[in-house]
């Protein structure tokens, strides 16, 4: 099985790479590709991705990448990488994706209408400013392929270019992903 990640709005970081690395992920999609970008913020870095890339585009991109898998692979995003697999979701028809995992994808609120086609872990932070997580959960419960789990960190624990890295967080869930290759 491979696993293919699909990066938040910073595209090819360090962190990123470590983690590719140590989950021996066999692609990285990103918004850049995978031109390093070196933002000085948050704001900054979505700022790029709204003017230059976008969601549409983004989608797009994934899309070529999952439609030409030729074994069993596993989706990791991280906030707009996780609200891109969301939407794909839905797309594909015949796919070899067997599962995915949404960090702290926001956006997935704006599109609560998709049906997953394969199994889909979303992992909520404790809060968004944006929108209440907690009524985005209850939203999806029902969901058939949608498994929820709300955790104590913020959106951005796992990318120790946000503000909100959590260290403990990220060996957790690092661990975590590392213990599905077994």
């Known amino acids: 099985m491979s696993t293919i990640l699909v990066s938040d709005v910073f595209g090819v970081t360090p962190a990123l790479l470590e983690i590719s690395k140590k989950l021996a992920a066999c692609t990285i999609v990103d918004p850049y590709k995978g031109e390093m970008m ?4 948050e704001a900054e870095a979505y700022s790029c991705f709204m003017e230059k890339v976008g969601l549409d585009e983004y989608l797009t991109r994934l899309i070529e990448v999952v439609e030409n898998i030729d074994k069993t692979t596993t ?4 906030s707009v990488g996780a609200s891109t697999i969301w939407r794909l979701s839905e797309k594909l028809k015949n796919t070899l994706v067997k599962q995915a995992f949404c960090y702290y994808g ?3 609120r704006n599109f609560t ?3 997953p086609r394969f ?3 979303i992992i909520l932070p ?8 907690v009524a985005l959960q ?11 789990q709300r955790l104590e960190y913020l959106h951005g624990f796992m990318n120790y270019h946000s503000s909100n890295y959590h260290s403990d967080g990220y060996t957790k869930q690092l661990d975590f992903l590392c213990s599905l290759k077994t």
């Open 38 to 41: 070196a933002f000085k913020n």
């Open 75 to 78: 989706l990791i995003g991280f």
């Open 106 to 108: 926001s956006q997935i």
């Open 113 to 115: 209408e998709v049906q």
């Open 119 to 121: 199994k889909i872990n």
């Open 126 to 133: 404790k809060t968004e400013v944006h929108f209440d997580v």
């Open 138 to 148: 209850a939203s999806l419960a029902n969901k058939s392929n949608v498994n929820t």
